[in-house]
Structures are given as structure tokens and as C-alpha cells.
């Protein structure tokens, strides 16, 4: 066989175990064979010495075109198996969708909650907070209610076997009267800031409030409110309901309509219950549903703070965050706000 004839079949053969070797080691092999100094095409090279001279330029050419190919090949080859080293052993299908981490929200009670605190923002609200861990004082006799109240029944609230007062959020230590309970609504806040800072006031406070109540679709032993209290000189009725309008236009839609409705509370007089009525209470088979307690602040809180009630006047207002997300929500048991149920939460 002539030098010419070798070359193709020597070139093809040296592609071909290049291109069939199963991993490195087997590709070194075959690179030694056929290019290696022992090797079957570096044979051929040295055979370009023996051939006539006429003959050599183009030997040479035709030679080295296969050596470049061959070279070529050995690397492509080396890539080929890089990549399948790279690759997981086990058979994965690259189509799946990925993984995804699941993403932390908050809860809806928590939302509700910053949206009124941002609606009573705008309007110049500081939030303030006070002790969940309450005395009689400030839940019950500085806000000039009666000994014989419903409310201060141990059927009602829950009371503590503490015989020390916990410091108030205002800082000033409350004073030594009654005893210790878990606060029933978040009014006590009302006389600790008063308590702790001159007129004017601008407060909400939301947080959790604790009565002794069976859990059913619409009551929880604990659940949370919001309480407002603005004290300037020559506040009104008006800045009352002009204010609440305007969050619950703000919190729940501008086709939101409210009421007020003569009630007795005994912090505030007058005192109000604020209806609401939306496409949603109609929805529930409802024209209103009852949604906050409110009123003027009684002239008895402020003397009980030391607030002259000649000089200042004041509304404060208090509402369940439940009902309220309740409401936008469209839920119809407060249970499920509290049983961390994924399926209830994601919908979120
Ligand atoms: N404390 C009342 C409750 O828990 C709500 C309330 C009514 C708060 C009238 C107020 C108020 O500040 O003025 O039902």
C-alpha cells in the first residue's frame, strides 16, 4: 500500500477509538497508540523521510491535515467526557420544574393591623403599647368603671395570683390598686400614656386583649384591638366620626357606610357603637354589623390622669382587628386566624 492510501484509513481508524473511549483513561490509551512515539500514525510521520523528494510536499501536507483533525478529535472527545463527569450519575430530567423555596408571609391579622397603622399615620398617630399583664386600676377604676361592672367579674376576666404591679410602657410604676389580671381591652393604655405625658395626645395602640370567653365561630379567649385617643382643646363629635370615616373609607372601600348609635361605655360621654354596613354585611344576610365602641372622652379619665376637664376634651375609640380582617377577608370563623393552618395562611 502506498504511503497516500495509508493515511485515510489510519486517520479514520484513530477517530473512531478516539470517539469510542469511555472515559480518560481509555482516551490516553488511544492517543499513545495511534500518536504516541510508539504510535501507529507517528509510524507514518516518520515514513515521510523515506519517500522521494517529488512526493514529500504533498505526503507532508495530506499528513499533517490528518494530524490537525486528529488533534481536534482528541480534544472534543476530552470536552464530551468532562461534561459527563460533570453530570449527576443518577438519570435526571432537566424539564421538571425547579424547586422553589417556600416563601414566609405575614399573617393576615398582622396586615390588617400595619394598614390601620398606616391610615392613622397619615393623620399624625403615634403607636403606642402598654402591658398585656394589667391591675385593676388601670383596666377598670380610672376608667370610671363601677365596682359592680359585669366586666370585672371573675366570670369575665381572667385575674392572676400576683400581688406586684407591673410597670407600665409609659414608664411610671401604676399604682398599688386591685388586683393583677390580663387586660381586657387595650383602654388601660388610654391612662398609662396619659399618665406618662401631658395633653395633646395622638395615639393608637394596638395589641392583644384576654377575656374569659368559650371559643366559638365569632369569640376567642384572646384575640386583638385597636384603641385610638386624640386629646386637644375643642375636640368634637365631628372630629370623632370624621376621623373613623376616614379610616374605614381608607381600610374597607369608599362604598362603606357607618352609623352611630347612642350606647353607653363608662370612659366616654357620649358614647357611641359604630355600625358598618358594606356590599359585604349584605352579603352575610346583614344590613349593619356592630364594629367599635367610641366616644367622648368622660371628664372623670381626665381628672383620674390629671388632665384638667375644663381646658381638655378628647374622643377615644376601641375595635377588634378580627372582625375588621374578618370582614375584608371574607372569613367566617375566627378560630382559623389562630390554628396556623398553611392551607388557611397561604391564601394570603
Ligand atoms: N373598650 C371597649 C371594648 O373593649 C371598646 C371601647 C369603647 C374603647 C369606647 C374606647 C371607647 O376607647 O371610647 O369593647
Known sequence: MSFFEQIEPLKLAALAEFAAAPDFAALEQAKGAHL??????????????????????????????????????????????????ALPKDPTDFTLPGRRRPLGKLHPLTRVTEDIVRIFR??????????????????????????????????DTFYLNLDRAVPGAAGAPPPQTGRMLLRTHTSSVQIRVMQG??????????????????ADATHNPTFQQIEGLYVDKHVTVGDLKGTVEFVFKE???????????????????????????????????????????????????????????????????????????????????????????????RQF
Not at 38 to 58: H, M, N
Not at 126 to 150: R, S
Not at 197 to 214: A, C, K
Not at 299 to 313: L, M, S
Open 122 to 155: 397619615k393623620l399624625g398617630f403615634a403607636v403606642a403599647d402598654g402591658p398585656e399583664i394589667e391591675d385593676e386600676y388601670h383596666c377598670f377604676d380610672a376608667l370610671n368603671t363601677p365596682a359592680d361592672h359585669p366586666a370585672r367579674d371573675s366570670q
Open 251 to 345: 381600610l374597607l372601600g369608599a362604598d362603606v357606610k357607618l352609623r352611630f348609635r347612642p350606647h353607653y361605655f363608662s370612659y366616654t360621654e357620649p358614647s357611641f357603637e359604630i355600625d358598618f354596613s358594606s356590599p359585604m354585611v349584605r352579603k352575610m344576610g346583614k344590613e349593619w354589623l356592630e364594629l367599635a365602641g367610641c366616644g367622648m372622652v368622660h371628664p372623670k379619665v381626665f381628672a383620674n390622669v390629671g388632665y384638667d376637664p375644663e381646658i381638655w376634651t378628647g374622643w377615644a375609640f376601641g375595635f377588634g382587628i378580627e372582625r375588621i380582617a374578618m370582614l375584608r377577608y371574607e372569613i367566617n370563623d375566627i378560630r382559623l386566624f389562630y390554628e396556623n393552618d398553611t392551607r388557611f395562611l
Open 197 to 214: 405625658q401631658p395633653p395633646p395626645i395622638r395615639i393608637i395602640v394596638p395589641g392583644r386583649v384576654y377575656r374569659r370567653d368559650n
Open 36 to 85: 504516541g512515539p510508539q504510535g501507529r500514525f507517528t509510524a507514518l510521520l516518520k515514513q515521510l523521510g523515506t519517500l522521494p523528494k517529488e512526493e514529500k510536499p504533498a505526503a507532508g501536507k495530506l499528513v499533517n491535515l490528518a494530524k490537525v483533525e486528529l488533534e481536534a478529535a482528541l480534544t472534543a472527545r476530552r470536552t464530551e467526557l468532562e461534561l459527563k463527569a
